[in-house]
């Protein structure tokens, strides 16, 4: 997640957002997981999908490819 967000945007102000909104969500820009996790059991990204359709992040993405 921390790659990705740092793709879509360098502004320090959407990154400090992103990060208290997954704060808030019980949630990092990075995650750890084991080998077991990650190879075979899996893991969920439910709470970077429910971020990524929130409109703050959106209309900010908007802002972010207009500017690029």
Known sequence: MAK???DFTDADYLLSTLDEMLVAKG?????TH???ELLF???TVQSFLDLAKDPLIES???EAAAAG
């Open 4 to 6: 990705i967000a740092h």
């Open 27 to 31: 949630e990092k820009l990075t995650r």
């Open 34 to 36: 084991t080998v077991r």
């Open 41 to 43: 059991d899996g893991f």
């Open 60 to 62: 900010a993405g908007k």
